[in-house]
C-alpha cells in the first residue's frame, strides 16, 4: 500500500520568504507527527496531531512556524520568514493511532539561503 | 540530562560478530519504546518496538527494563547491510511526544 509522501522533496528558498512543506499520511493513521533533523544530528519533536487537532504546540521552534491537518489527512507545516537556522530536513510520520509504530515519508529538505 | 540518551559510537565490527546497542530514557512517564534504523540521507524505518517482555525478530533482539530505565537492542551475526544508525525512541502516556535518541552508528567491514 501507499506509504506516506512528502512535498517537496527539496525545497531551495531565500531567507525572509515563507514556505509551506506538505504531508500525506498512511490512509486511515489517525496520528500524525512532524520531526526536524539538521545535518548529522537527531531527530528533532515539533508537533504531533490527534486526527485534526494538536494536543501540544510547545515542540514548534518558535512562532514562525505552524501547522495544521484537515480532514483527518494532510497536514501542512508552515515556516514564515525563513531563517538559515532553519535549514534541515523536516520529515513527518503517522501511526494507525497514538503510541503505535510510527511510519516515516522520505521528507522534505529544505534550503534557506 | 537528555531525555532518552545512547551511545554515538561509532561501533565498528566484522561481519558475523555480535553487538548490543543500550539506551538510557529519564522519564518514567514513558510508555512506548521503539528501535528505528536509519540509513544516510533516508528516513529511519521502523526495526521492531521494545515490550518489557522481550522480543525478537529473527537476528534482531530488543528488551525493556522499566525498573532500570533502558530498553537494549542485540543483532546477531552482524551482516554488512547492518551498517546504519540505529535510533531508540520512547513516547510518553497518550503517545504523542516522541523522543529519540540521536542513534548509535554501527559499522559492519567484511
Known amino acids: 500500500g501507499a506509504g506516506v509522501s512528502q512535498s517537496p522533496s527539496n525545497k531551495v528558498t531565500e531567507k525572509g520568504k515563507d514556505v509551506e512543506l506538505r504531508c500525506d499520511p498512511i490512509?486511515?493513521?489517525?496520528?500524525l507527527y512532524w520531526y526536524r533533523q539538521s545535518l548529522g544530528q537527531g531527530l528533532e519533536f515539533l508537533i504531533y496531531?490527534?486526527?485534526?487537532?494538536?494536543?501540544?504546540k510547545s515542540g514548534l521552534p518558535s512562532d514562525r512556524f505552524s501547522a495544521e491537518r484537515t480532514g483527518g489527512s494532510v497536514s501542512t507545516l508552515t515556516i514564515q520568514r525563513t531563517q538559515q537556522e532553519d535549514s534541515a530536513v523536516y520529515l513527518c510520520?503517522?501511526?494507525?493511532?497514538?503510541?503505535?509504530?510510527?511510519?516515516f515519508g522520505p521528507g522534505t529538505r529544505l534550503t534557506v539561503t | 540530562r537528555k531525555e532518552v540518551e545512547q551511545d554515538p559510537g561509532p561501533f565498528n565490527v566484522p561481519e558475523g560478530a555480535t553487538v548490543a546497542f543500550n539506551c538510557t530514557y529519564s522519564?518514567?512517564?514513558?510508555?512506548?519504546f521503539f528501535w528505528y534504523r536509519q540509513d544516510c540521507r533516508k528516513e529511519p524505518k521502523l526495526l521492531m518496538s521494545?515490550?518489557?517482555s522481550g522480543n525478537e525478530d529473527g537476528r534482531f533482539t530488543a528488551q525493556l527494563n522499566r525498573a532500570s530505565q533502558y530498553i537494549s537492542l542485540l543483532i546477531r551475526d552482524s551482516k554488512l547491510s547492518d551498517s546504519a544508525t540505529y535510533l531508540c525512541?520512547?513516547?510518553?502516556?497518550?503517545?504523542?511526544?516522541?523522543?529519540f535518541g540521536a542513534g548509535t552508528r554501527l559499522f559492519v567491514k567484511a
Open positions: 490512509s486511515g493513521h489517525t496520528a
Open positions: 521494545v515490550y518489557s
Open positions: 525512541v520512547g513516547l510518553n502516556t497518550g503517545g504523542f511526544k516522541t523522543i
Open positions: 496531531f490527534q486526527g485534526n487537532s494538536a494536543p501540544d
Open positions: 510520520a503517522s501511526s494507525l493511532d497514538a503510541g503505535g509504530e510510527q511510519y
Open positions: 522519564n518514567s512517564a514513558s510508555q512506548s
